[in-house]
């Protein structure tokens, strides 16, 4: 079979590197989250709305929805740990994990222009899906896009919100302190029923924005082969080799090329070392 020559012209190949992004914590946190929610999601709609069995045993032969709230009210905890732990990596993880991330400041607390500039680049061209006529390397996000960590801030505050509507609705039933530090809640949004509403909108907010998050995931999966959805499992994504050096450029920063975190000072020296011998040659 023939290659059409002026194809192969139009078509050059592009040199990519593989890139240690999500460490170990963020994923398993990730999933547990995953997991969780859908667990959350589906006994919440059971206790919302029991569904009816006919049986002719006694009612208190049969402990369905005891369970049912059983393992609704574990995987609140298994939620709220989440959030707790994610929060804590947000200061000891990588780059990409970091607090920085997910807000437009620095470190030293000025506002990140390189942040805001992404984020109108994502609505530009991700979003209006308007003609980009010059492709910039820079614009493409090793970690998360500023768009995306600005959703991601959003849906973390929400997520709050359900904690503390539901542990606030379960603390008259635990003799726990953990609940009961929440019992002021129903008493001020003015009731259970109102804050049961907000606990059910909150729940079904978090369910739209998984929706989207996994198509966009799978998306942009698809469209640059990446491995976007691959690297929350294994923690490597693959970028354009122009972009890493871009990257090291302006962080002043060598990136993990991809050997492992328990590698990178390894990586390091070695890089170090080759620079050292080029100077002296």
Known sequence: MKVNSSYKDKAPTKSYKRIYVWELPVRIFHWLNALSIVVLAITGFLIGDPPAFMSQKEAWNSYLMGYIKITHFISAYVFFGVLIMRTYWAFVGNEYAHWTAFLPITKKF?????????????????????KEHQHKLSNISIGHNFMATSTYVIMFLVALVLVFTG???????????????FSWVPSTLGGDFLTRQIHRISMWLILLFIIIHVYLAVFHDWLEARGEVSAMISGFKFVRTERVEIEEKVTGKM???????????EYKDEHSLKEDSEKEN
């Open 167 to 181: 542990f606030g609705l379960y603390s008259d039933l635990s003799n726990w302190w953990l609940p009961k530090l």
């Open 110 to 130: 000025k506002i990140n222009k390189r942040a805001f500039a992404n984020i109108w680049h994502v609505i530009k061209y991700d979003l209006l899906l308007l």
């Open 255 to 265: 990136m993990n090329p991809g050997k492992g975190i328990h590698q990178e000072k």
